[in-house]
């Protein structure tokens, strides 16, 4: 239902911008599962946007509107190249696990403080998160030109890391790397706590019922806060994998906008693990198959968001109109 | 002195035009997430509509109109299909960003090549029009909240609707009109950025003035007066940034650009939410039977 839903508003923004529906959707497939090239980049775009995805998922879950992603991604990028400036010497596999522990540690800091301003001070997670999105971006600029310059002080970006240090890469052509795998399996590790542990019960609670939760003395508070730090957290080791896995260095354009892009992928994925992790591929071919579109139109990148927005408002649209309609009458 | 109140005030005004506008909708009962993405939208309308036509004027009218559309759009899914108002102002903002960058680069190119437009022009020495009419908004935005039987009702259509409800008012209808001056004057001030201030666009212009706004009304306490206040500060920390890195005084440049933000969060650290929230702020109402 969905999937026909957002194929149709593809076709329909097609459409509204002036790109033949036919040749674009064929370019945009090209791009993206045409080769092995384009499947590489399909599932390389999509694990920033899934890990992203997750993160949105626990907080929203939880009744926490993180709409931090970027700052969280971006943040886990700098905690991420704070570490492996201090630690290269390491042999790779402890490297990279310091690296993408480093990256979860930022990402939950920034996290946690935006929690800790709902919970404790009453500050919505919603303004808050997007003010440090912003902070955050110009904390990055400031590492990029000051102490995390490259060794040359040329450019506003890190060091670039040795190929040694990198995540693995299978086929040496195309940027398909292990993050993907580890994304894949933080998707399975989050189903399996939201659906079977206590803490993902207790998450699901307060967020779904918070009268149901305060009833039972369940401490809201303090689950919203584990939420928010994991939310964090997994924002924070999509911008360490990406770090990574793919640019070995962080500058001013370190992040696409996962962060931000990330939020409509949960929605869409219907805060669903097995979900996002539709949703982020779906996306993530859009992304790269829209790069093919880019080449001939220069309006391919933002396009996408557009997609995603009408997306979301036609979902959000259909719920409400559906629910709307009980099927027993009230009186 | 004049010319740095002029200037204050000039800064301060695209946040405290938005803010104004949000005082209200949020009296009624709706938080806009959304106001990021109308303030975009139509700055970058007034920016084509200023161009193609010459006017400014023409621009300012039609900057409005666009972003009272999205206000219709985002007044349509909070307020008729009761859907959850941060969703539908997270979708609003991200359609704007998407929508904005792509017609600026299919117009424009991305060749960021520096667009100028015919600005709005200086009624006398150092009024602008926008800061003018906010100053003027700030009297007649606080006499018909807190003065009038509707700023009565509407003020408690984001308290506890039912009672609007039984006192014969339909808080929806209360609500949709708090939507649409909250767009009106988004619009105001996406138009003062593009046609007052810089007189030219670029893709994501607004960076996050929309959500300062968001926060300047929590810190202002709901209250015309002190939203004004608020956005001052914020205008002037917005100020600082041209007069101290003038200054060379050996901070960092992204220190002053992150200051506003910084600046608002802390504010809110400090003063918190409170209980001057309106009791009813981002929940639907249903029509009761």
């Not at chain 1, 542990?197 to 939760?213: C, D, Q, T, Y």
């Not at chain 2, 015919?118 to 906010?134: S, V």
């Not at chain 2, 308290?159 to 009106?184: D, H, K, M, T």
Request: with cysteine; aromatic share 10%.
């Amino acid at each position: 239902m969905t999937a026909v839903g957002l194929l149709a508003v593809l076709v329909i923004t097609l459409v509204v911008f002036g790109i033949d529906p036919q040749r674009g959707l064929s370019l945009i497939i090209e791009g993206a599962f045409g080769n092995r090239f384009g499947l590489a980049r399909t599932f390389v775009r999509a694990t920033p946007l899934l890990l992203c995805g997750l993160g949105m998922t626990l907080a929203w879950k939880s009744g926490m509107y993180n709409i931090g992603g970027e700052g969280q991604y971006v943040a886990g990028g700098i905690a991420g190249a704070v570490v492996a400036r201090s630690l290269s010497a390491l042999v790779p596999s402890v490297f990279q696990t310091a690296v993408l522990v480093g990256s979860m540690a930022g990402g939950m800091a920034l996290a946690l403080f935006a929690g800790w301003l709902q919970v404790k001070r009453g500050v919505q997670c919603v303004i808050s998160t997007i003010l440090l999105n912003f902070v955050v971006l110009q904390a990055l600029a400031w590492c990029v030109r000051g102490p995390l310059q490259e060794s040359k002080h040329e450019l506003p970006l890190s060091d670039k890391l040795p190929d040694t240090l990198m995540l693995a890469r299978f086929d040496h052509q195309t940027d398909f790397h292990a993050g993907v795998f580890v994304a894949l399996g933080v998707a399975l590790g989050t189903w399996v706590y939201l659906t079977f542990s206590r803490g993902g019960f207790l998450l699901k609670l307060v967020g779904e019922n918070p009268l149901v939760a305060r009833a039972n003395r369940i401490p809201a508070a303090r689950i919203q806060m584990t939420a928010m730090a994991l939310s964090g957290a997994l924002c924070g080791l999509g911008g360490g994998v990406d770090y990574l896995g793919i640019t070995g260095q962080i500058g001013d354009g370190f992040s696409q906008n996962w962060g931000f892009l990330a939020i409509p992928v949960a929605l869409l994925g219907g805060l669903n693990p097995f979900g996002v992790v539709g949703s982020s591929l779906y996306f993530g071919a859009l992304m790269a198959g829209g790069e093919g579109l880019a080449r001939f139109n220069t309006t391919g990148s933002t396009l996408v968001s557009v997609i995603q927005a009408v997306a979301v408002l036609g979902f959000v649209a259909f719920s409400q109109l559906r629910m709307r309609r009980p099927a027993v009458p009230h009186d | 002195m004049i010319d740095a109140v002029v200037n204050l005030l000039r800064f301060a005004a695209p946040v405290g035009l938005a803010a104004t506008g949000e005082t209200v909708g949020q009296k009624a009962g709706v938080i806009n997430i959304g106001l990021e993405g109308m303030m975009l939208v139509s700055s970058y309308a007034g920016v084509v509509a200023s161009q193609s036509s010459g006017s400014p004027w023409f621009g300012l009218l039609v900057a409005v109109m666009a972003s009272v559309v999205l206000a219709v759009v985002q007044g349509f899914f909070t307020i008729s299909l009761q859907a959850d108002q941060v969703v539908a102002g997270t979708a609003i903002n991200l359609f704007a960003l998407g929508l904005t960058g792509t017609l600026y680069r299919a117009r424009f190119g991305a060749s960021g090549q520096l667009l100028s437009v015919p600005k709005i022009p200086r009624l006398g020495p150092g009024f602008d029009a926008l800061p003018l009419f906010w100053i003027a908004s700030l009297v007649v935005v606080s006499w018909a909240l807190y003065r009038t039987k509707w700023g009565l009702a509407l003020r408690a259509s984001g308290e506890f609707p039912p009672a609007v409800e039984a006192a014969g008012y339909s808080p929806n209808a209360l609500r949709w009109q708090a939507v649409l001056i909250g767009g009106l004057f988004a619009g105001l001030a996406g138009a003062h950025l593009a046609l007052g201030i810089s007189g030219s666009f670029a893709e994501n212009m607004t960076v996050g003035r929309g959500f300062v706004a968001l926060a300047m009304v929590t810190f202002g306490r709901w209250k015309p007066v002190w939203v004004f206040a608020a956005s001052l500060l914020i205008g002037y920390a917005d100020s600082l940034q041209f007069e101290l890195q003038a200054l060379n005084i050996g901070l960092p440049p992204q220190f002053f650009i992150a200051l506003p933000y910084a600046l608002a969060l802390a504010v809110l650290v400090f003063v918190g939410k409170g209980t001057a929230v309106p009791a009813a702020l981002g929940q639907p109402y249903r029509r009761q039977r």
